[in-house]
Structures are given as C-alpha cells and as structure tokens.
C-alpha cells in the first residue's frame, strides 16, 4: 500500500487486546510484526508472587529486551508493527512499581536514568495506536484466557496500571497517537467493528489500497 506508514507502535493495559490487533495489522497491511515474548522473562513468575522483590530485576530484563527489539525494528527493510513499546515499560510498568512501593527510589533512580538515555536514542513511532478497554473487560478477559501469572495480579495493580495508561495516553507527545476503546469493539468476530476501525486506521496509518 502506498504511503503506508514505516513504524507503527500498539500500546495498551492487560487484556486490552494488542495482540489480537498486532495480528489483524499484519493481516491487513503486511507489516512486519514484533512481539514481546513474556514468556522468556526469568523473572515474571517470580515478580507476580513476591513483586517487593524481583520489581526492579523483571523491569530491567523488559527494558534491556525491549531495546533489542527496537533496533531490529529499525532495522527491518518493510513497514512494522511493534506489540507494546518500550515507553510503556518505563512510564507504566516501572513507575508502577516505584509508586506502589515495590521498586525502592535507590532502583527507580537507576533504572530512570537508564531509560531516559534509551530514548533519547530511539526513533519514536509514526504513529502510536492507543487501545484501552474498562478495568471489567480486563479482569474478564484475564480470566477468560487462564494464565496462572495473569489470574494472580491484585485488583488494585490492575487499577494503578489503567489510571496511568490513560494519564500517559494524554499527555504522549511524541508523534500521531490513535484512541481505540476496545470494551464493546470486537474487530475479531464483528464485521461493523472491523470496517468501522479499518476505516480509522486506513486514515492514521497513510494506507492506499
């Protein structure tokens, strides 16, 4: 498609449905996905039964990770898609940590000033494509899905962690961002949900059929 964006990035809480729209992006515009592989993070079993403790080693294994992923998709020759972005590691993920106590200000200190020299040698994305969902939608989905980590996240983590996706949403000021609510939007299954967010992105995303 011509004038297709290079580098797009999709953000957004537990649930939210990023994955299932980093596939249905690859889909729909050829780009070339990258995904972040929870499952290889050493320390996420550990951090969801005893957050106190391993907060700072899993938050600093997901920002070295996530830099990697950043560069191959600089590197990559066809346009991208990125499934969460570093940013939201650092202003969402580690400020969680830090805020509710579970990241000392010894760490949080450290690790900040890691971050900030990490983005200041990146290429934000052209476009960054915002998907929420209510706190219900998240713990339903969560449930519904059945990971053991998942199920074991408190009620009052998942709050903290929508009251700062949506205080982050607001004030992101590095390129174009797309809001997309997906509460009662199912572009899976619906086709009026699909050809109504089509639209949107076709528009956002620079897409010519």
Known sequence: MAGLKKYVAVAGTIGAGKTSLVAWLTRRYGFEPFYEPNDENPYLADFYRDMKRWAYHSQVYFLAHKLELHQALERATRPSVIDRTIYEDAEIFA?????SRNMS????QVYLRL????KRALRPPDVLVA?????????????????AMEAAIPAAYLRRLHGLYEAWFASYDLGPIVRVD???L???EDLVD??????????ALGARP
């Open 186 to 188: 199912d572009y899976v």
């Open 182 to 184: 997906t509460t009662r």
């Open 131 to 147: 998907v929420s969902c209510s706190l219900a939608a998240t713990r339903k989905r969560i449930k519904r899905r059945g990971r």
């Open 115 to 118: 971050y900030e020299g990490i």
């Open 194 to 203: 699909l050809i109504a967010l089509q639209e949107q992105l076709d528009v």
């Open 95 to 99: 400020r969680n940590a830090y805020l």
């Open 105 to 108: 200000e010894r760490d949080w």
